[in-house]
């Protein structure tokens, strides 16, 4: 697998849900990866990656973008409360507003710096205990409380439990933003992101089938 058929893959997906080339955002998810690795995926050009901890990303980021521009970099991992300014420098867009305290810290930030990444609600589809993010029966308040925050939500994200079947979670969250009037998803990783284009899925967070297993540090 490589890079070329991860895009090969997202455009046959496209095409068989029957929507336009290009209308998914394949986000490269580089956590844990070697930097050779990486630089290898920016020299073919793409530029979307993703990361899950702030640390890491402060840690190569701003290297790579002295030599690389435009680099759209999303963080797809829980974030704390105490790392928001650092994640606002640092990410166009967090998928993990999980929580109202960090959905308060991310509005004050924007009053004080005049800017603020898009911003995705993590949905805990599964209500898993151990996972993070907002109950289905919750969303629609939650939804309501960023906006009026002026935050700038686009849509919702999800990772369904590894034992149930995806595209259940993926139908729910889809049906959670239609309701809200939300029309991103953040939907489905390296094996099962076809199903979650075909439920409506805009970004798809694709790992280990574009850079190999990861390499624990």
Same mark, same amino acid.
């Given at each position: 697998?490589?890079?070329?058929?991860?895009?090969?893959? $997202?455009?046959?997906?496209?095409?068989?849900?029957?929507? &336009?080339?290009?209308?998914? @955002?394949?986000?490269? +998810?580089? #956590?844990?990866?070697?930097?050779?690795?990486?630089?290898?995926?920016?020299?073919?050009? %793409?530029?979307?990656?993703?990361?899950?901890?702030?640390?890491?990303?402060?840690?190569?980021? &701003?290297?790579?973008?002295?030599?690389?521009?435009?680099?759209?970099? %999303?963080? /797809?991992?829980?974030?704390?409360?105490?790392?928001?300014?650092?994640?606002?420098?640092?990410?166009?867009?967090? %998928?993990?507003?999980?929580?109202? #305290?960090?959905? @308060?810290?991310?509005?004050?930030?924007?009053?004080?710096?005049?800017?603020? &990444?898009? $911003?995705?609600?993590?949905?805990?589809?599964?209500?898993? &205990?151990? @996972?993070?993010?907002?109950?289905?029966?919750?969303?629609?308040?939650?939804?309501?409380?960023? /906006?009026?925050?002026?935050?700038?939500?686009?849509?919702?994200?999800? /990772?369904?439990?590894?034992?149930?079947?995806?595209?259940?979670?993926?139908?729910?969250?889809? @049906?959670?933003?239609?309701?809200?009037?939300? #029309?991103?998803?953040?939907?489905?990783?390296?094996?099962?992101?076809?199903?979650?284009?075909?439920?409506?899925?805009? %970004? +798809?967070?694709?790992?280990?089938?574009?850079?190999?297993?990861?390499?624990?540090?």
């Amino acid at each position: 697998m490589g890079l070329q058929d991860i895009y090969d893959r $997202v455009t046959r997906a496209e095409s068989a849900a029957g929507r &336009p080339s290009g209308s998914v @955002k394949l986000i490269a +998810v580089s #956590k844990v990866q070697p930097n050779a690795r990486v630089d290898a995926v920016l020299s073919q050009g %793409h530029r979307c990656f993703g990361e899950n901890r702030v640390q890491e990303a402060a840690g190569k980021w &701003p290297d790579f973008r002295v030599n690389y521009d435009n680099v759209d970099l %999303h963080l /797809i991992g829980p974030l704390q409360t105490n790392k928001a300014r650092q994640a606002f420098d640092l990410f166009q867009s967090v %998928h993990s507003l999980d929580r109202l #305290k960090l959905a @308060k810290t991310f509005a004050r930030l924007a009053q004080e710096t005049g800017h603020c &990444p898009d $911003v995705f609600i993590q949905v805990n589809t599964g209500e898993e &205990p151990q @996972k993070s993010g907002i109950l289905p029966a919750d969303t629609d308040a939650f939804v309501k409380d960023c /906006i009026a925050m002026d935050l700038p939500v686009q849509g919702l994200m999800a /990772i369904p439990p590894a034992e149930e079947e995806a595209a259940l979670h993926f139908a729910l969250l889809a @049906k959670l933003a239609a309701r809200n009037g939300l #029309k991103a998803l953040s939907m489905g990783m390296s094996g099962d992101f076809e199903k979650a284009i075909a439920l409506g899925a805009t %970004h +798809v967070r694709v790992g280990s089938a574009i850079f190999g297993a990861r390499e624990a540090t």
